[in-house]
């Protein structure tokens, strides 16, 4: 309905409980104290109790697009490939959530439908500090949706294109976080199939920081020094990926503009038989990502999606270190192994990733103040003369008995006993 009165505004946000139920008092307090619909809209912006996003809706009299299913629209919050993104709150249990519409020609054939509600429930099996979880999934009208965990924070794309190459501890530590949440996945049977810095997002959430502390995935953390924490990776978008690998008959989605997944971090098999890759294509797609975090840089970047899909197949892994010299021999090796041509040729799982990033990655998950109180421990002995220092100390004791037997003779002599 188009913004006519306060009256009737009143009344929308009230009806829709676009407004919480806990604030309607305030609703109504502040609309005694306007006489224009605008200006009393703005005010609602102003303290609060709507979004600048909600407010456009409503102006331009599409309130009705506001609510979809049991959820509230509040922010429009990014588009993509499969549908759009939205920050809503669940009206009955009032869940902050990330509310994902696929768009309607992905979910147009039967199969498609079938093939979502399988990886849903699939996602729905994932507990775990760095993935995001998965609350629910329905349809309302000809709309497929899916409601996840809310995360606050900054994509890695972002991170990097806003601070350039990361530090190479941090880089670790955050692909490191990554591999332990993509086990945990492909325990359960699900491959992400689009692993990127994009879908992988660093939240400085404190709450956060403590469940990763007490669930073990951050061993260097001591919960009383969560302050200094640097943030947690949480994975994105798991089994939402397919959905975007496949035409509705089951082929690979070739045509330029229409190609899915993330051509800059596609595994080789992936392009070729996408319906039959295994936990080795996220492998590929991490190591492509820890490439992208120490170099600020696409493994692959010029050319069309077709194009760079070649070069994944045919081409060269590049090195990291003819980009970023001081990158540490092994990690460069580790980085060019997880993204070798043939799966068998990889890291095996994402399990050894996280293990092997973390000699490079340790410093990172430590606290400022720990990294501060580290003092360099005492050399010890050499074999040569560990191995003799119990000659030593017996000389060492049979002289402190002479020297004590001596000096009681000197006494007694002294006092003539």
Same mark, same amino acid.
């Given at each position: 309905?188009?913004?006519?009165?306060?009256?009737?505004?009143?009344?929308?946000?009230?009806?829709?409980?676009?407004?919480?139920?806990?604030?309607?008092?305030?609703?109504?307090?502040?609309?005694?104290?306007?006489?224009?619909?605008?200006?009393?809209?703005?005010?609602?912006?102003?303290?609060?109790?709507?979004?600048?996003?909600?407010?456009?809706?409503?102006?331009?009299?599409?309130?009705?697009?506001?609510?979809?299913?049991?959820?509230?629209?509040?922010?429009?919050?990014?588009?993509?490939?499969?549908?759009?993104?939205?920050?809503?709150?669940?009206?009955?249990?009032?869940?902050?959530?990330?509310?994902?519409?696929?768009?309607?020609?992905?979910?147009?054939?039967?199969?498609?439908?079938?093939?979502?509600?399988r990886e849903i429930q699939l996602a729905a099996r994932?507990?775990?500090?760095?993935?995001?979880?998965?609350?629910?999934?329905?349809?309302?009208?000809?709309?497929?949706?899916?409601?996840?965990?809310?995360?606050?924070?900054?994509?890695?794309?972002?991170?990097?294109?806003?601070?350039?190459?990361?530090?190479?501890?941090?880089?670790?530590?955050?692909?490191?976080?990554?591999?332990?949440?993509?086990?945990?996945?492909?325990?359960?049977?699900?491959?992400?199939?689009?692993?990127?810095?994009?879908?992988?997002?660093?939240?400085?959430?404190?709450?956060?920081?403590?469940?990763?502390?007490?669930?073990?995935?951050?061993?260097?953390?001591?919960?009383?020094?969560?302050?200094?924490?640097?943030?947690?990776?949480?994975?994105?978008?798991?089994?939402?990926?397919?959905?975007?690998?496949?035409?509705?008959?089951?082929?690979?989605?070739?045509?330029?503009?229409?190609?899915?997944?993330?051509?800059?971090?596609?595994?080789?098999?992936?392009?070729?038989?996408?319906?039959?890759?295994?936990?080795?294509?996220?492998?590929?797609?991490?190591?492509?990502?820890?490439? +992208?975090? /120490?170099? $600020?840089? =696409? *493994?692959? @970047?010029?050319?069309?999606? %077709?194009?760079?899909?070649?070069?994944?197949? #045919?081409?060269?892994?590049?090195?990291?270190?003819?980009?970023?010299?001081?990158?540490?021999?092994?990690?460069?090796?580790?980085?060019?192994?997880?993204?070798?041509?043939?799966?068998?040729?990889?890291?095996?799982?994402?399990?050894?990733?996280?293990?092997?990033?973390?000699? +490079?990655? /340790?410093? $990172?998950? =430590? *606290?400022? @103040?720990?990294?501060?109180? %580290?003092?360099?421990?005492?050399?010890?002995? #050499?074999?040569?003369?560990?191995?003799?220092?119990?000659?030593?100390?017996?000389?060492?004791?049979?002289?402190?008995?002479?020297?004590?037997?001596?000096?009681?003779?000197?006494?007694?002599?002294?006092?003539?006993?």
């Amino acid at each position: 309905m188009a913004v006519n009165s306060v009256a009737d505004l009143c009344g929308l946000l009230r009806q829709r409980e676009i407004v919480e139920p806990v604030r309607h008092d305030e609703l109504e307090l502040l609309a005694a104290t306007h006489a224009d619909a605008k200006a009393f809209l703005k005010d609602l912006v102003d303290r609060g109790l709507l979004t600048a996003w909600q407010a456009e809706v409503i102006e331009e009299g599409r309130d009705s697009e506001l609510q979809i299913g049991s959820y509230l629209l509040l922010e429009r919050l990014g588009e993509g490939g499969m549908g759009v993104v939205y920050k809503a709150r669940h009206l009955v249990m009032g869940r902050i959530v990330a509310l994902k519409v696929i768009r309607r020609e992905r979910l147009i054939k039967a199969e498609a439908v079938r093939r979502f509600q399988r990886e849903i429930q699939l996602a729905a099996r994932i507990s775990h500090p760095n993935v995001v979880l998965a609350y629910d999934a329905d349809r309302f009208g000809d709309l497929h949706f899916f409601a996840m965990e809310f995360v606050s924070g900054i994509d890695l794309g972002r991170l990097v294109r806003k601070r350039g190459p990361l530090p190479v501890d941090e880089a670790c530590e955050y692909v490191r976080q990554a591999a332990l949440g993509l086990q945990h996945a492909h325990d359960c049977g699900l491959v992400h199939r689009d692993i990127k810095p994009a879908n992988l997002v660093l939240t400085l959430a404190k709450g956060e920081a403590l469940r990763a502390s007490l669930s073990g995935v951050l061993s260097g953390m001591k919960l009383n020094s969560l302050d200094c924490f640097q943030g947690v990776i949480k994975i994105m978008d798991l089994g939402l990926a397919r959905l975007q690998e496949l035409d509705d008959d089951g082929n690979r989605i070739t045509l330029e503009g229409l190609i899915v997944g993330t051509p800059d971090f596609l595994a080789p098999e992936q392009a070729r038989h996408s319906s039959s890759v295994d936990a080795r294509a996220d492998i590929y797609g991490l190591g492509g990502t820890l490439f +992208f975090l /120490l170099t $600020a840089r =696409l *493994p692959f @970047p010029d050319g069309t999606p %077709t194009e760079k899909i070649l070069k994944h197949a #045919t081409f060269p892994v590049p090195d990291v270190k003819s980009f970023r010299p001081d990158v540490p021999s092994g990690l460069a090796v580790l980085a060019h192994k997880m993204m070798a041509k043939a799966p068998k040729d990889r890291v095996q799982t994402a399990a050894e990733v996280a293990s092997a990033l973390e000699r +490079f990655s /340790l410093e $990172a998950a =430590l *606290p400022i @103040p720990m990294r501060e109180r %580290t003092t360099p421990a005492e050399p010890r002995p #050499t074999a040569k003369w560990a191995s003799r220092g119990w000659i030593w100390r017996i000389v060492l004791g049979l002289a402190a008995v002479c020297l004590i037997g001596g000096g009681i003779g000197l006494v007694l002599w002294a006092i003539g006993i």
